[in-house]
T-cell receptor, first 112, second 114 residues
């Protein structure tokens, strides 16, 4: 079956540090890939997405590239801020399946 | 503004009681979903509906029930048969049109069973 594996957290960084959160997936076919962010006590917000191999999703300084050869979709940001502290979820959706499969989430804390 | 609303934000119930969580959307989306989130875990799909008057079980449907009588509404009932109902419940919706199945989430309801 389809699955998503994220790097284990929690991850703690200092402000302005470089961020990478690893995400790999297992899927049949060619899924769409997503990163969602959850701030404390809130629902999930779509951060970025990519629908085919070599696509790069980007938003708010975050980027992730759909790598079919390594089945990965790692999230990166060049300079994190305290306001980036949240839980980040990687997810996939098989084309037309209308169902999302989530990773377990990675808690990120940014210290000033 | 278009969006998804869930009410209430916090809900407390005694063990053995059924409880219904509300989810309403004004995005004109056909598909709606219910997820459960437990501390330190990802989201698990409870039920989903792709069209009015139709719904399918997700991965953890036991002890839950849903209805989809209107396009805008997808209430979830947590029954007394659910063995561990205390959790954070998230509702989502998506459009069936377009190539990307982006789901948009509500703010969630935190249910605590005493």
């Amino acid at each position: 079956g389809n699955s998503v594996t994220q790097m284990e957290g929690p991850v703690t960084l200092s402000e302005e540090a470089f961020l990478t959160i690893n995400c790999t997936y297992t899927a049949t076919g060619y899924p769409s890939l997503f990163w969602y962010v959850q701030y404390p006590g809130e629902g999930l917000q779509l951060l970025l997405k990519a629908t085919k191999a070599d696509d790069k999703g980007s938003n708010k300084g975050f980027e992730a590239t759909y790598r079919k050869e390594t089945t990965s979709f790692h999230l990166e940001k060049g300079s994190v801020q305290v306001s980036d502290s949240a839980v980040y979820f990687c997810a996939l959706s098989e084309r037309g399946a209308q169902k999302l499969v989530f990773g377990q989430g990675t808690r990120l804390t940014i210290n000033p | 503004d278009g969006g998804i609303t869930q009410s209430p934000k916090y809900l407390f119930r005694k063990e053995g009681q059924n409880v219904t969580l509300s989810c309403e959307q004004n995005l004109n989306h056909d598909a709606m979903y219910w997820y459960r989130q437990d501390p330190g875990q990802g989201l698990r799909l409870i039920y989903y509906s792709q069209i009015v008057n139709d719904f399918q079980k997700g991965d953890i449907a036991e002890g839950y029930s849903v209805s989809r009588e209107k396009k805008e509404s997808f209430p979830l009932t947590v029954t007394s048969a659910q063995k561990n109902p205390t959790a954070f419940y998230l509702c989502a919706s998506s459009s069936r049109t377009g190539r990307v199945d982006t789901q948009y989430f509500g703010p969630g309801t935190r249910l605590t069973v005493l």
